[in-house]
């Protein structure tokens, strides 16, 4: 792999770690002779997801140029997380879930925990090209209805900023409550937002004026 690539996966180790799920690429790397079947085992033997994350994220840079570009067409294709490869790439990354909407899911996770109708969301959106087929069966493989629904909510600022939008249409048509929390709590963030900005504005101009 190239310095540029090299030093791109290890600039974005963080995103990638938080937002990738490994078992998801892990067939496709091996298929493509990126990786072989004594790596591809040993990563899918991780059992916490983050430290499986960081195990194949660690070892791709010892793969090979065909590695970078094999990975980027996995995110592109396989999970359906096109930013990260254009975060990757060096193009302006599109499509991620804004840090606004991440803070509202975050915020109400409990809430939403024990309300929502997670089977119905998740038939939902899979039908909307929000999830894929792999990432129903992980949620709905959960043992409980909590779980099923800790697990989604894990899953969604995942999975862009278009996961936001089908979440909350899907709310307002069943659980047109839960969607009003989520909504509030929007407004309020951009609002302290709007705030911290005006305020940081200011400071500067006064700090100018000395």
């Known amino acids: 792999m190239s310095a540029v690539h090299k030093k791109s996966v290890r600039d974005n180790l963080q995103c990638l770690g938080e937002e990738i799920n490994a078992l998801e690429h ?39 140029e ?46 939403l925990e024990v309300d929502l109708d997670v089977d119905g969301c998740v038939q939902y959106l899979l039908q909307e090209d929000v999830i894929t087929d792999y990432n129903k069966e992980c949620i709905l493989s959960q043992p409980t209805t909590r779980a099923k629904s800790k697990e989604l909510l894990h899953l969604l600022p995942t ?29 309020s963030i951009m609002g302290a937002e709007k705030k911290g900005f005006k305020e940081t504005a200011v400071k500067r101009f006064l700090a100018d004026k000395k």
């Open 26 to 64: 892990l067939d496709f790397l091996f298929e493509k002779e990126v990786i072989s079947s004594y790596r591809r085992q040993e990563t899918r033997s991780i059992l916490v997801p983050v430290e499986r994350n960081s195990a194949l994220l660690s070892v791709l840079p010892s793969c090979g």
């Open 159 to 187: 999975r862009g900023e278009q996961a936001f939008t089908v979440f909350c249409n899907y709310l307002r048509k069943h659980q047109d409550w839960l969607v009003k929390l989520l909504e509030e709590n929007v407004h």
């Open 66 to 111: 065909k590695a970078f570009d094999t990975f980027c067409t996995s995110l592109r294709d396989r999970s359906r997380q096109p930013w990260l490869a254009d975060l990757l790439s060096g193009r302006p990354p599109q499509g991620g879930m804004s840090k606004t909407h991440k803070r509202a899911l975050k915020t109400n996770v409990s809430k």
